[in-house]
């Protein structure tokens, strides 16, 4: 029970490369699987996906959009056409 309702804080700029720091995020995807339900985010510059964070087995993840593929979502995941904008 002591697992229970505990908080961990982290910072992930941390583990990320230079690449991904460097990038310009300007849109963020919902990433939906078989029945539409959003499982994770994709943070998008304007040519590429950059990085993708999902909760799976009541854990936060993040990594590339092949990394959270490999999850067992039971479907295959797609990437939502709605779309929020940064500015």
Known sequence: ?????KI???QLTD???DAILGCEIVT?????DGNNVAVGLT????????????NYGDELHYGNFATMAQ???????????KCYELR
Do not use: P
């Open 1 to 5: 029970m002591a697992e229970f309702g």
């Open 8 to 10: 961990e804080v982290q």
């Open 15 to 17: 583990h990320f490369d």
């Open 28 to 32: 963020v995807n919902e990433v939906l």
């Open 43 to 54: 943070f998008n510059s304007s040519e590429t996906i950059v990085l993708c964070i999902w």
């Open 71 to 81: 999850q067992d979502w039971g479907a295959t995941l797609r990437v939502s056409s």
